[in-house]
């Protein structure tokens, strides 16, 4: 198995390609619920020292007014990415009123969905999008849904390192066409090994029993006030997180074989009708409930652990984006939020994610067929609510296998792709990283959601008083830590800067909502204010 590999990687190497895997570019997006001393749910807004959540480009919030998300820009190694996350929480944890941010993916105590308050970016008919959008969301799915917070690595190839794959290659299509297609070869890979991802770095094995309110989870109780699997690795991955369970019979799945067909998809969701959602209705007493009643309201409403990405325009649709520009990078979206770690990830993580992304693309990705799509599917939960399990056999071309074995597959697979990795960025982080995770494939026992159960079981606490104790020590971890004069002085000026930009967005906004989301859905047609 993966014996194309090595040649494939060879022959990247000797067209010079290997001279750029230094100038990929990496991003890093976290989101973390903001508390109140007691773990529950924050009731404030979003604190205004930190900025307008519209236009800071840094800090803004994800479905809640208590969710906070951290962005980093598309820096150029792993180590200034999450030094900019660091740098992002030094910033926040000082200006937070005696709140914490919560250190698991999975969220605090929930009396109810009354006590979620749905994140508000002002009265800007943009603002006014993203709020609907919210709305609609919990309708749709529910709002504890959306309170489970992630982890976004967002990677690029260089423009060079494409130029000279590219030239290797001999191909007869344009440049951008070349580049989306590896791309996208590079994603049905990565969804084909993804179940590998919640198994190394899953952190989200227990949660607490609020979160399901009076439904039944179908889990097992780890105490009165805990539920668990006992060989989960990432509940937030499993079919309670946030998924399109229903995509099948609502008439959509996205098709990763090329980008025409993957837009093709989305852009029949966006504007097909869904009975369901019709029953919601769009308007209620002149107030919208939700963007729309089709199948998706926008493409981020389709879950995908994996995306592919361009950057928009202002008001741009990102199917748009992608149809006129091509792919621009990768989000992987499968990272649950690491309790033991002040940052929710670390660096061994991501040099594993990084030679995760040229091993994917090196290696052999024919299209993915509707029995390997079930597969697919079907593996991501098996690992996500089973990983642990010595006895679990995943699905593989029709045949089943040991998630140890072909995890161990992988390992060796990559190993030559770490150390090519290693040779182009002078450094043995990468094999060190392949090194330093073997453990965990050859015993579960080591894995981040083993060592939470355990760490849970040995000073007999629940999840709530586990990632509450967690919680309380990144507080007092950030709050010792220095911030940079000039970074301080930066992310200062941005979050004056997006308070002045959102007061011109909201000053220059002269269409109607209505317009406005008329243009924005059929931009052909758009009409000038």
Not at 64 to 71: C, G, Q
Not at 167 to 189: D, V
Not at 449 to 469: D, L, N, Q, T, V
Request: with cysteine; proline share 4%; net charge negative.
């Amino acid at each position: 198995m993966y014996s194309e590999v090595e040649q494939n990687l060879r022959a990247l190497l000797e067209s010079g390609a290997d001279k750029f895997l230094q100038t990929s570019l990496i991003g890093i997006e976290k989101e973390s619920l903001r508390v109140n001393s007691e773990g529950k749910i924050s009731q404030t807004i979003h604190p205004q020292a930190l900025g307008s959540a519209l236009t800071n480009p840094s800090i803004t919030t994800d479905y809640s007014e208590a969710l906070i998300e951290f962005i980093s820009p598309p820096l150029e190694s792993i180590r200034k990415a999450l030094g900019y996350i660091e740098d992002l929480h030094k910033f926040t944890y000082k200006r937070l009123d005696n709140e914490l941010l919560w250190a698991t993916s999975m969220p605090c105590i929930v009396k109810d969905e009354s006590n979620i308050p749905i994140a508000q970016y002002g009265r800007s008919n943009l603002g006014k999008m993203k709020t609907v959008y919210r709305e609609g969301l919990g309708h749709r799915y529910g709002k504890v849904m959306q309170l489970i917070a992630g982890i976004h690595f967002n990677y690029s190839y260089s423009d060079s390192f494409w130029q000279s794959y590219y030239q290797m290659a001999g191909e007869s299509t344009e440049l951008q066409e070349f580049i989306n297609e590896k791309y996208f070869s590079l994603i049905r890979n990565l969804l084909r090994v993804g179940w590998i991802i919640p198994y190394l770095f899953g952190a989200s094995p227990a949660v607490c029993k609020s979160f399901f309110g009076q439904s039944n989870s179908g889990l097992s109780s780890f105490d009165d006030k805990t539920y668990f699997e006992p060989y989960a690795t990432s509940l937030r991955m499993s079919d309670i997180g946030y998924q399109n369970n229903e995509e099948n019979e609502k008439g959509i799945k996205a098709c990763y074989d090329n980008l025409e067909e993957y837009v093709a998809n989305l852009k029949f969701a966006i504007e097909t009708p869904c009975p369901e959602y019709q029953r919601v209705g769009v308007k209620k007493n002149g107030e919208y409930l939700q963007l729309n009643a089709n199948i998706l309201q926008i493409e981020n409403e389709y879950y995908s652990t994996v995306r592919p990405k361009q950057i928009t325009e202002p008001n741009e649709q990102p199917i748009n984006a992608l149809k006129k520009r091509g792919v621009k990078y990768i989000e992987l979206r499968s990272l649950d939020i690491n309790a033991f770690d002040p940052f929710g990830v670390n660096e061994k993580q991501l040099y594993f994610l990084e030679a995760l992304m040229l091993f994917c693309l090196v290696a052999d990705s024919p299209y993915i067929n509707p029995d390997e799509r079930e597969e697919i599917d079907k593996n991501e939960m098996l690992a996500a609510l089973q990983g642990r399990d010595p006895e679990l056999k995943l699905m593989r071309n029709g045949k089943n296998i040991s998630l140890q074995d072909w995890a161990l597959q992988v390992f060796e697979a990559m190993l030559p792709v770490c150390k090519a990795l290693d040779l182009a960025n002078a450094t043995s982080n990468y094999t060190a990283a392949l090194d330093h995770l073997m453990p965990r494939v050859k015993d579960p026992d080591k894995t981040p959601s083993a060592r939470m159960i355990a760490e849970m079981r040995e000073r007999g606490e629940g999840f709530y008083a586990f990632a509450k104790k967690m919680s309380v020590q990144h507080n007092n971890y950030f709050k010792q830590l220095a911030l940079n004069k000039e970074t301080g002085e930066l992310l200062q000026h941005q979050v004056n800067e997006s308070l002045s930009k959102l007061k011109e967005i909201e000053e220059n906004d002269h269409l109607s909502f209505d317009e406005f989301l008329d243009n924005y859905f059929n931009p052909g047609k758009a009409k000038t204010s």
